[in-house]
Nanobody
Framework: QVQVMESGGGSVQAGGSLRLSCTGS????????MAWFRQAPGKEEREGVS?????????LYSDSAEGRFKISKDKSKKMLYLQMDNLKPEDTAMYFC??????????????????????WGQGTQVTVSS
């Protein structure tokens, strides 16, 4: 059974930092295109935040994440990370890790990513206070 699991959420003040982590069972994270999504309170749809290709060579960010967030993989630990700096109250959301295509790459705008990812975690909450 394929599962991905997030950790690392929490509560911080605006301007602070958090690092989210994601691990998988039943799949090797370094073999798959991976992404982070978020769902803000009261919103029905999940928003693409950042995507990384299977080999880490190709990374994309949403406009809101560009310049503040950094996605990475640690192949030795089989982990996916999202380093989030200069957090803002509008970053408050449930953050989800997702696995897409084996050997896949990232492309297109962040609002087109959701349908390309098949395996989703249960989410980790990030709350940013002003």
């Amino acid at each position: 059974q394929v599962q991905v699991m997030e950790s690392g959420g929490g509560s911080v003040q605006a301007g602070g930092s958090l690092r989210l982590s994601c691990t998988g069972s039943g799949l090797r994270i370094d073999d798959y295109a991976m992404a982070w999504f978020r769902q803000a309170p009261g919103k029905e749809e999940r928003e693409g935040v950042s995507c990384i290709s299977w080999n880490g060579a190709n990374k994309l960010y949403s406009d809101s994440a560009e310049g503040r967030f950094k996605i990475s993989k640690d192949k030795s630990k089989k982990m996916l990370y999202l380093q989030m700096d200069n957090l803002k109250p509008e970053d408050t959301a449930m953050y989800f890790c997702a696995a897409g295509e084996q050997g896949g790459y990232c492309s297109g705008s962040s609002d087109s990513w959701t349908r390309r990812f098949d395996y989703w975690g249960q989410g980790t909450q990030v709350t940013v206070s002003s």
